[in-house]
Nanobody, 120 residues
Framework: VQLQAYGGGVAQAGGSLRLSCTAS????????MGWIRQAPGKEREFVAG????????NYATSVKGRFTISRDNVRHTVDLEMNNLKPEDTAIYFC??????????????WGQGTQVTVSS
């Protein structure tokens, strides 16, 4: 599956951004989906994941209560709503997918990253 991520940008601390991920020319059906981020000089970090068809969700401790992952199985999109953003959320965010297991930093399929910058 080919993934495309949208919605990055610049926000002030305390603000919100929404990221979206779509399948280019395909479907997200039966895929575990998730978001991974990488800050400058740091390793990739799991952010949030969602099962097929969306009954289970999990979050990194650092974003729990602030970020919400969701999926629309008709439009084949996965969104990440990010609220109460902090400067430490600044990173490139990647949409990722896997089959048979939850998304992790070793996911099988990756989209291009989208930059999120949070200013203090």
């Amino acid at each position: 599956v080919q993934l495309q991520a949208y919605g990055g940008g610049v926000a002030q601390a305390g603000g919100s951004l929404r990221l979206s991920c779509t399948a280019s020319g395909g479907t997200l059906s039966y895929y575990y989906m998730g978001w991974i981020r990488q800050a400058p000089g740091k390793e990739r970090e799991f952010v949030a994941g969602i099962s097929w068809p969306g009954t289970r969700k999990n979050y990194a401790t650092s974003v729990k209560g602030r970020f919400t992952i969701s999926r629309d199985n008709v439009r084949h999109t996965v969104d990440l709503e990010m609220n109460n953003l902090k400067p430490e959320d600044t990173a490139i965010y990647f949409c990722a997918a896997d089959r048979g297991s939850p998304v992790s930093t070793r996911a099988a399929f990756w989209g291009q990253g989208t930059q999120v910058t949070v200013s203090s």
